[in-house]
């Protein structure tokens, strides 16, 4: 059987990954790569693996791929100019040393096409480009922001003030619920047809006034929506510059194509939030 080892697995993303592939993958074919493996003690008792990896150690890597056929890079956190990007070539270099026949890579919906040299996507830019020279298969899932992130402050605005707000200027906004793009990542883990794709994961296109109706639905009582500044609209308000330009305004069928059915929308992944913040 193929030996999938998957990183992050102590981030939101990473564990959802495994935890759908526990039902895929045979027991002792599952392999979780952690910095400190202990924040993964659960799962050796699940028939998973746990191997210290840490993208800053080139050694420990050695050893933590040795055997493994795919691997799942999950994007690394640290946004600190040039680290990020060095550690997804240290992990990618390794990994053609240990002979992996396939990367899976998180990067960032609509990569290729950011105009800010030095910005956010550059890094995701940057590994993609070092995954098509490194003479191994790839898969790049290019993720699109998290609707949790939004949802989250929305929801908890409406709960205290009965509105929520934002500076989005009714332009919509393309989000993907979490749970999603893990599923289509394990899809893309186990599933055929997927050597040297590149895959756009959008969800379902939302506007502000919208999600304000859907929140009202779900929890049961009048939810307002007003326009208010960039700055008023709290650490979401760097963002919406680039909505109102329509940056975040782009669609596509491929989250729909691996999840083999359509992609969470507004009020579902909405309900889901508000049932596990309470309420």
Known sequence: MTRIAVTGVTGNLGRLVVEDLLAKVPSGDLVALARTPEKAADLPGRGVEVRRGDHDDAVSLDAALEGIEILFLVSGPDMTPGVRLRQHRT??????????????????????????????????????????????AYTVLRNALYSEAFLGTALAQARQTGEITSSTGGRPLNTARLRDLALAASAALTGAGHENATYELYGPLWTY???????????????????????????????????????????????????????????????????????
């Open 209 to 279: 006034p919208e999600l304000a109706a859907a929140l009202a639905r779900v929890l049961g009582g009048p939810v307002g929506y007003r326009e208010v500044t960039d700055a008023e609209a709290g650490w979401l308000g760097s963002l919406f510059p680039a909505v109102r330009a329509g940056a975040l305004a782009t669609t596509g069928p491929d989250l729909a194509r691996l999840l083999g059915r359509p992609a969470a929308g507004l009020e579902e992944t909405a309900a889901a939030l508000a049932a596990r913040m309470g309420g």
């Open 91 to 136: 992990v990618i270099d390794r990994a053609v040393r240990a002979g992996v026949r396939r990367i899976v890579y998180t990067g960032a919906a609509g990569a290729e096409n950011d105009p800010v040299v030095g910005g956010p996507a550059a890094d995701h830019t940057a590994t993609e480009k070092a995954l098509h020279e490194s003479g191994t």
